[in-house]
């Protein structure tokens, strides 16, 4: 079993929609959360960082973590166009390691 | 705001042949990371420096080799170069500490002929 396991879509929504996109992970001890965006040939873009149970929220974006189920997740509001891309969970396992999801690949269509 | 820079953007070379790779964080930045992401792959994990030391190994051939410089630029080499090492080489940069998450470049290009 891998330590995150992140469901790779692909994923199509109309513009406008709520976009779910989830997470869970393997080890009750990780505490610290991210969530990054990537489009085609670029570097993966932090979006979120979290590192407690609960919400936090930026702009169209909410970040979600659920400790006690081991799992993660980040809703898009009002989905545009330019939301199209590959959405990576990843978690600080201590100290210098971050393990990445296997991303899920998102298309918002106009 | 500043952000990680990598050079070459784009680089192609032959099987068997050497490739340099560069890799510039964030200022104040003390740990540069290595990750190699194949086609419609998460990133691996490949190697860490923390302050000019190996902080922590991955699924680093023993082709590769990395260090981090006293003004915490870091190179990744590469030599005897395989078809398989054909891919994206991101360089990543935080602040040491669990809470600092990963700032990334926009990563080399590498294409092995």
């Known amino acids: 079993q891998k330590e995150v396991e992140q469901d790779p879509g692909p994923l199509s929504v109309p513009e406008g929609a709520i976009v779910s996109l989830n997470c869970t992970y393997s080890?009750?001890?990780?505490?610290?959360f991210m969530w990054y965006r990537q489009y085609s040939r670029k570097g993966p873009e932090l979006l979120m960082y979290t590192y407690s149970s609960g919400n936090k929220e930026d702009g169209r974006f909410t970040a979600q973590v659920d400790k006690s189920s081991k799992y993660i997740s980040l809703f898009i509001r009002d989905s545009q166009p330019s939301d199209s891309a590959t959405y990576l969970c990843?978690?600080?396992?201590?100290?210098?390691?971050?393990?990445f999801g296997a991303g899920t690949r998102l298309f918002v269509k106009a | 705001a500043a952000g990680v820079i990598q050079s070459p953007r784009h680089l192609i070379k032959e099987k068997r042949e050497t490739a340099t790779l560069k890799c510039y964080p964030i200022p104040r930045h003390d740990t540069v990371y290595w990750y190699q992401q194949g086609p419609g792959q998460d990133p691996q994990f490949l190697i860490s420096f923390y302050e000019k030391m190996q902080s922590d190994k991955g699924s680093i051939p023993d082709r590769f080799s990395a260090q981090q410089f006293s003004d915490y630029h870091s190179e990744l080499n590469m030599s005897s170069l395989e078809l398989g090492d054909s891919a994206l080489y991101f360089c990543?940069?935080?602040?040491?500490?669990?809470?600092?998450?990963?700032?990334f470049g926009n990563g080399t290009r590498l294409t092995v002929t």
């Open positions: 990543a940069s935080s602040l040491a500490g669990d809470n600092s998450p990963l700032h």
């Open positions: 080890n009750s001890a990780f505490q610290y």
């Open positions: 990843a978690i600080r396992t201590g100290g210098f390691k971050t393990i």
